[in-house]
């Protein structure tokens, strides 16, 4: 398995434009979670999805985060329009809540990470 | 408010020490407790700990959960300058899989 796939790796952008990013859960998982990391805030969790619903997005911090999961292998994070504190590492994880084989279910893998520059 | 508190926040030691990561938690529905390490990229997954007092171990890395006192502890023996990471503390919650995150405890382990 590839693991969780995200895309870009890193992004520029100048402040007011739309920042798309992407990401591809596990197969077979069924929770993805969408986290921000920076230096003073740590890692936050934005929004997470189960069987693509949106369960809470009060991590959101504000209106001008959006977030979709129109199936399950696909999921974006889009920031409209950006600006220069928006940036940080965007982090996907994904996983399951079935048990398995070795007994684990929560835990949560995470992708290589989106690092957002604005500008 | 659901929240997991990590510490020391930082920790600078010398390879061949041992160090001890400290983890408590206050959550309303505790399904379990998750340790990751987190190096220059995404972090790695260490531990799950659901049962309280069964040591949890990995090479040189040890974990245990306290269900009573709310807490758990990472141990690290005989450290390497490899072990020098973010090493993260989550609980997840038994109703949604949330995991609620501490701040992390920065470790550096100078040769």
């Known amino acids: 398995d590839a693991g969780v796939i995200q895309s870009p790796r890193h992004e520029v952008t100048e402040m007011g434009q739309e920042v798309t990013l992407r990401c591809k859960p596990i197969?077979?998982?069924?929770?993805l979670f969408w986290y921000r990391q920076t230096m003073m805030r740590g890692l936050e969790l934005l929004i997470y999805f189960n069987n693509n619903v949106p369960i809470d997005d009060s991590g959101m911090p504000e209106d001008r985060f959006s977030a979709k999961m129109p199936n399950a292998s696909f999921s974006t994070l889009k920031i409209q329009p950006s600006e220069p504190r928006d940036s940080a590492v965007y982090f996907c994880?994904?996983?399951?809540?079935?048990?398995?084989?070795?007994?684990?279910?929560?835990?949560?893998?995470f992708g290589p990470g989106t690092r957002l520059t604005v500008l | 408010e659901d929240k997991v508190v990590q510490s020391p926040l930082s920790l600078v030691v010398h390879e061949g020490d041992t160090v001890t990561l400290n983890c408590s938690y206050e959550v309303t529905n505790f399904r379990s407790l998750l340790w990751y390490k987190q190096e220059k990229k995404a972090p790695t997954f260490l531990f799950m700990l659901t049962s309280s007092g069964i040591e949890k171990k990995s090479g040189r890395l040890s974990s245990i959960l306290d269900k009573k006192e709310l807490f758990s502890i990472l141990n690290i023996t005989a450290t390497q300058t490899g072990d020098s990471a973010i090493y993260l503390c989550?609980?997840?919650?038994?109703?949604?899989?949330?995991?609620?995150f501490g701040q992390g405890t920065t470790l550096q382990v100078k040769p």
């Open positions: 989550a609980v997840s919650d038994g109703n949604t899989g949330k995991l609620i």
């Open positions: 994880a994904s996983s399951s809540d079935r048990p398995t084989s070795g007994g684990a279910y929560n835990e949560q893998f």
């Open positions: 197969s077979g998982h069924n929770s």
